[in-house]
């Protein structure tokens, strides 16, 4: 299986919900990754978990918590969000993050607006 | 910032022919990586190439890799509509950096 899932497909919000992203592999890879994604530009890397510890965060606001309860598992709780945090919300994973990134897998993706 | 430098930024071309498109980053790099991302959906790994490689082959895929110039390319042989999608190059530091990508349009 090679497959990383997300849902929801979509998402719309309004700036005082409370709303969860949720990611799932099951490849036996033990660094997760997320990412957001703005029209025509590239992923912007927000969040990486490697053996289910937050080793890397971009400086990303509060609103976005991160969440990685089991190997397999990845979340993204989002609260009070503006917007602008209108994007595609992208995860990954793939082998552990050392020094040397390999291959990342990624699912579909979350398109969420923000009104 | 560590982020790459894609051109053509928009690349069209008829079916059958052959597309590159050019990758230039600022760091040493351990690998490069080259993504392919259809419209709205997620980013599919396509080639890898690591530091000490120049050239490497995968289908219809031929990517080089000049560390010395800081720069990769990537060749897609006898184009075909399927191939119309954004490519991205990615390099490795502390983090896996996206380039600013190519949108190509490939029409019958």
């Known amino acids: 299986d090679t497959e990383v899932t997300q849902t929801p497909k979509h998402l719309v919000m309004g700036m005082t919900n409370k709303k969860s992203l949720k990611c799932e592999q099951h490849?036996?890879?033990?660094?997760m990754y997320w990412y957001k994604q703005k029209a025509k530009k590239p992923p912007e890397l927000m969040f990486v978990y490697s053996y289910e510890k937050l080793s890397i965060n971009e400086s990303v606001p509060s609103r976005f918590s991160p969440e990685c309860p089991n190997s397999s598992l990845l979340n993204l709780h989002l609260h009070a969000l503006q917007p602008e945090d209108s994007a595609l919300y992208l995860c990954?994973?793939?082998?552990?993050?050392?020094?040397?990134?390999?291959?990342?897998?990624f699912g579909p993706g979350t398109r969420l607006l923000v009104l | 910032s560590q982020q790459g430098e894609e051109d053509p930024q928009a690349l069209s071309i008829q079916e059958g022919e052959n597309a590159t498109m050019n990758c230039s980053y600022k760091?040493?790099?351990?690998?490069l990586q080259w993504y392919r991302q259809n419209s709205g959906r997620g980013l599919v790994h396509l080639i890898l190439?690591?530091?000490?490689?120049r050239e490497k082959h995968s289908g219809r895929l031929r990517v080089t890799l000049d560390t010395s110039k800081k720069s990769s390319s990537l060749l897609i042989t006898a184009s075909r509509a399927a191939d119309t999608a954004s490519y991205f190059c990615a390099t490795d530091a502390y983090k896996l950096t996206f380039g600013t990508g190519t949108r190509l349009q490939v029409t019958l």
């Open positions: 490849m036996g890879h033990r660094a």
């Open positions: 990954a994973s793939s082998q552990p993050a050392g020094q040397i990134k390999e291959t990342q897998y």
């Open positions: 760091t040493s790099i351990n690998n």
């Open positions: 190439i690591r530091s000490n490689e």
